[in-house]
């Protein structure tokens, strides 16, 4: 907890000081998730810089909500602030963090439940406490009861975080909320702070798009050194040989302590520790293993670390797969014009079950990693023990087996061109490395590596939606999360394409209306183009495998 990392630092020569965010535990004031974060992170800097057991010299680090706002702090460009470790926080909250490519990350419902558990309110009302405890516990039956209501839920209760829950909601559009400073990094690169920044994150946490984007973009922008670290990862589980089914090994996992006394050590102090020798780019490699069964009862997925120049690597190929009426994925573009598009029906009160992926805050409900793309009990919203492409509305697409290990290490996107029945919907897409039947496994594995959604009203502008007119094709482009993956000979790989990924995020009613409000329901008939003239397709980043 804090009080250990406190004395780990303290004890190794640092003075290390804990702040509690505007309206949490020992701060006072309202809390409303990060809106104020950076201005009273510019102050806390400069006062910290001002105390007579300071030399000046302020290193910041954090997780997540202290990772983003570190970031925002940032923005306001502190003159003590000397060096920062930005552990999975934001680029953007609007474009991957609380809502994604336009639909709503549903954990941060779950999170405005959590953390109304602790409010001031809670603390200070055991009666409150009680209420708002017994809702977490129950949150799964809220979710089911989505959209929010004002005035419906506990957290009636606890108006602030009320407020701040509907807002997320209903702010379909990228406007000026989404555009202050402690939601929006990106948007203040520019006049971000010029020092040593270590951006720590994993591939299978919902913060690995941000923290590449954060890296990419100062790494660019600034002159100080800015290094990026991805490990296999969830959020926050660096010290963690797993991620989900996934098993890595010792070798998938960090010291985080020691890790960032390395880098402090090094940028406050100038001592010569292993941050000097770490290449601007530090990335593990997933995917070397053998795709057995461990002693844990994991799958053996192993990896790799290895130093880079750059992300995305100078080397790789952005390369194409090509959708094709058939089913197969491949290299070769369609050449039937007249090849017919593939249909499925999306029915919004029977979404696609979310197994794993890019998940932060989803317990009790969502799990974050890789799985075996397979209904179990334990799958919030899955009624059966069927792969997930035996649905019908789940459009499978794979290559032949591979005939060599091929890697894909960085920016994944995905452009499908899509027709649908209704004004408004959502296209999903699911990078999936499927392995082949083996002793352990006799029906082989469908691992999820990455994915994303699309609502197809923000296909022209996050600030101008746009509706759909029925029956009309649209090419539809969109980012799907970064990975460094390699997929074995032998394996395939394998895009599903649906239109729901419940309840990691919130379902299209496909009506068109207000976003956070529809309570009706529309079922939509979706096609998937690919022939010569709209040739749909993933392109991955290729890279060569060496040794």
């Known amino acids: ?192 702070a010029d020092v040593p920044t270590l951006y720590l994150g994993g591939w299978y946490d919902s913060y690995a798009r941000a923290t590449c984007e954060n890296y990419v973009a100062l790494s660019r922008a600034k002159r100080s050194r800015q290094a990026l670290l991805m490990g296999p990862w969830t959020h926050g589980a660096y010290e963690t040989p797993f991620a989900g089914d996934l098993e890595f090994g010792p070798d998938g996992v960090i010291n985080y302590n020691d890790l960032r006394l390395a880098w402090f050590d090094h940028t406050l102090k100038g001592m010569r520790t292993e941050a000097a020798d770490w290449g601007p780019a530090r990335l593990y490699i997933m995917g070397h293993g053998d795709g057995g069964s461990t002693d844990a009862g994991r799958i053996d997925h192993g990896g790799v670390w290895r130093d880079e120049p750059d992300f995305p690597l100078p080397n790789s190929a952005p390369t194409a797969f090509y959708l094709h009426a058939d089913g197969s994925l491949a290299v070769e573009a369609p050449e039937d014009a007249d090849a017919e598009p593939t249909r499925f029906t999306f029915d919004p009160r029977n979404p696609v079950p979310t197994i794993g992926g890019g998940i932060s805050a989803g317990d009790p409900i969502m799990r974050p990693g890789g799985y075996d793309q397979v209904g179990r009990a334990d799958v919030f919203g899955s009624d059966d023990r069927l792969p997930l492409n035996a649905r019908d509305d789940v459009l499978t697409f794979q290559t032949e087996p591979l005939t060599e290990d091929t890697e894909v290490t960085g920016p994944i996107s995905v452009t499908l061109y899509a027709s649908s029945s209704c004004v408004d919907t959502d296209f999903t897409a699911k990078l999936i490395d499927l392995h082949p039947p083996s002793g352990d496994y006799p029906a082989g594995l469908a691992i999820n590596v990455t994915d994303s959604i699309l609502r197809a009203r923000y296909r022209n502008g996050w600030d101008k939606p746009e509706l759909m007119e029925p029956g009309e094709a649209y090419e539809l482009r969109f980012e799907l999360y970064p990975t460094a993956n390699v997929f074995r000979a032998g394996h395939r790989i394998r895009l599903d394409v649906s239109s729901s990924n419940w309840p990691r995020f919130d379902v299209n009613p496909n009506t068109g209306g207000p976003l956070g409000l529809d309570r009706r329901f529309r079922i939509a008939e979706q096609a998937i183009y690919h022939d010569a003239e709209r040739p749909s397709h993933v392109t991955l980043p290729l890279v060569g495998v060496r040794g």
């Open 1 to 192: 907890g804090c009080s250990a990392r406190g004395k780990y630092f303290a004890r190794r020569g640092y003075v290390c000081v804990i702040q509690d965010v505007r309206g949490r535990f020992a701060s006072e004031g309202q809390w409303y998730a990060f809106a104020k974060e950076a201005p009273d992170g510019y102050d806390t800097v400069e006062w910290l810089a001002a105390q007579p057991w300071c030399n000046g010299s302020v290193g910041t680090m954090g997780d997540s909500y202290c990772g983003s706002d570190q970031s925002a702090l940032a923005t306001l460009n502190p003159p003590h602030l000397s060096t920062m470790i930005v552990a999975v926080g934001a680029s953007s909250y609007y474009h991957c963090s609380m809502r994604q490519n336009g639909a709503l990350e549903q954990r941060f419902m779950i999170y405005a439940f959590r953390m109304a558990t602790t409010s001031k309110e809670a603390l200070a009302n055991p009666d409150i406490k009680a209420a708002l405890d017994k809702a977490f516990a129950e949150v799964g039956d809220w979710v089911r009861r989505a959209p929010l209501r004002r005035g419906t839920s506990p957290l009636r209760l606890v108006p602030d975080y009320e407020q701040w829950a509907l807002d997320i909601l209903q702010h379909g559009e990228y406007d000026e909320y989404w555009r202050q400073r402690g939601y929006a990094i990106s948007e203040y690169y520019d006049e971000h």
